[in-house]
């Protein structure tokens, strides 16, 4: 079974812009989670997607977005980039079923760097 | 809310050694997991162990294994016979399955993890 992958997986963009960020889920993982890593606030939790519906949002200003398709797969954007949004981003593939319980598995991650 | 503590920013351990990383978190959920990951330098995040929070039982994996305390909401995981392959940054997490949080991880601040020849 594949893993979850991430594209692109290094950015470099301008103060002001805006990226998008793509995640493809392992196959039959409907729920897809996004979380920002950088060295002074560690991990975050950036929002939470299940069947193309945002469940679940951290505490990021409305320049982050998100959204999921109906294959799973998800994207975030960030837009009008400042210099705080470098990091690594990183996509968890997540399947949530009784008797099986949680599984959760990350994706190689996009650095972004803005400069 | 979650919150997830790692009181080791660093530990170090001789190849084949014992080693063992600490976690406590708080939650008011009763549906939860708890996940220990593992981030080489290639900063691809590993799942190690996980533990569902009904089972009193410990989870092990191979070398990994984990003390859940559930009264005390201590979770630590002990690396039996080190390898230099174990060498990363350890992350403990708490995933809610209930509440209004659901499907979030909370992670602690990571443990740096050495290990000697």
């Known amino acids: 079974k594949a893993g979850v992958t991430q594209t692109p997986r290094y950015l470099i963009k301008t103060r002001g812009q805006q990226v998008t960020l793509s995640c493809s889920p392992i196959s039959g993982h409907r729920s897809v989670s996004w979380y920002q890593q950088t060295p002074g606030q560690g991990l975050q939790f950036l929002f939470e997607?299940?069947?193309?519906?945002?469940?679940n949002k951290g505490n990021f200003p409305g320049r982050f977005s998100g959204r999921q398709f109906s294959n799973s797969r998800s994207e975030m954007n960030v837009s009008t980039l400042e210099l705080g949004d470098s990091a690594l981003y990183l996509c968890?593939?997540?399947?949530?079923?009784?008797?099986?319980?949680?599984?959760?598995?990350f994706g190689p991650g996009t650095r972004l760097t803005v400069t | 809310a979650q919150t997830v503590t790692q009181s080791q920013p660093e530990m170090s351990v001789q190849e084949a050694e014992t080693v063992t990383l600490s976690c406590t978190y708080d939650?008011?959920?009763?549906?939860?997991?708890l996940f220990w990951y593992k981030q080489p330098p290639s900063r691809q995040m590993i799942l190690v162990i996980r533990?569902?929070?009904?089972?009193?039982q410990n989870a092990t994996e191979n070398r990994f294994s984990v003390n859940f305390q559930k009264a005390a909401k201590s979770f630590s995981l002990k690396i039996s016979d080190s390898q230099l392959g174990d060498a990363a940054m350890y992350f403990c997490?708490?995933?809610?399955?209930?509440?209004?949080?659901?499907?979030?991880?909370?992670f602690g601040q990571g443990t740096i993890l050495t290990v000697h020849p």
């Open positions: 939650t008011s959920e009763s549906d939860y997991y």
């Open positions: 997607y299940f069947s193309e519906t945002q469940r």
């Open positions: 533990q569902e929070a009904y089972k009193q």
């Open positions: 968890a593939s997540s399947l949530i079923a009784s008797g099986t319980g949680v599984e959760q598995y």
């Open positions: 997490a708490s995933f809610n399955a209930g509440g209004t949080s659901y499907g979030k991880l909370t």
